[in-house]
């Protein structure tokens, strides 16, 4: 579901004229971070600098973000299954950032082992988020 494995954005162009509505959901995550430790959520957690402390810590985090995510995305699975037993037969969610599925996932078989499940990212997609809002 990831580049270069989604649609591109003139597939997806094609798919978004069969549609005449949109639902956007904002995800406001519990998963906190204080501003100093919030500088460090995108290093290399293996980097030199980091103390095993912070270490501990930035892994903790992304371990309850990824259970909000997957949260998120049942979420989405189960809004989908609702609007197409109201008729909405073409229901599609989407998510953001990375697929919370698997903890490695299938790419070098480009092969998805959930693909009922995983959606694309509407960035993968094209769409832009912000400007779409």
Same mark, same amino acid.
């Given at each position: 579901?990831?580049?270069?494995?989604?649609?591109?954005?003139?597939?997806?162009?094609?798919?978004?004229? &069969?549609?005449?509505?949109? *639902?956007?959901?904002?995800?406001?995550? !519990?998963?906190? @971070?204080?501003?100093? /430790?919030? +500088?460090?959520?995108?290093?290399? &957690?293996?980097?030199?600098? *980091?103390?095993?402390?912070?270490?501990? !810590?930035?892994? @903790?985090?992304?371990? /309850?973000? +990824?259970?909000?995510?997957?949260?998120?995305?049942?979420?989405? *699975?189960?809004?989908?299954?609702?609007?197409?037993?109201?008729?909405?037969?073409?229901?599609?969610?989407?998510?953001?950032?990375?697929?919370?599925?698997?903890?490695?996932?299938?790419?070098?078989?480009?092969?998805?082992?959930?693909?009922?499940?995983?959606?694309?990212?509407?960035?993968?997609?094209?769409?832009?988020?912000?400007?779409?809002?």
């Amino acid at each position: 579901m990831c580049p270069p494995n989604s649609l591109s954005v003139d597939e997806f162009r094609k798919v978004l004229r &069969e549609y005449n509505y949109v *639902l956007v959901l904002k995800f406001k995550s !519990k998963a906190e @971070a204080p501003p100093k /430790f919030a +500088k460090v959520l995108n290093k290399d &957690e293996n980097d030199p600098k *980091l103390t095993k402390v912070i270490r501990k !810590k930035v892994r @903790a985090l992304w371990v /309850f973000w +990824k259970q909000e995510k997957l949260h998120l995305l049942i979420m989405i *699975l189960e809004l989908e299954k609702a609007a197409m037993n109201k008729g909405y037969t073409m229901a599609l969610g989407f998510t953001t950032g990375s697929c919370p599925i698997c903890d490695k996932c299938n790419i070098e078989q480009k092969v998805c082992i959930h693909p009922t499940e995983a959606r694309y990212t509407a960035q993968s997609i094209g769409v832009n988020i912000k400007q779409t809002l």
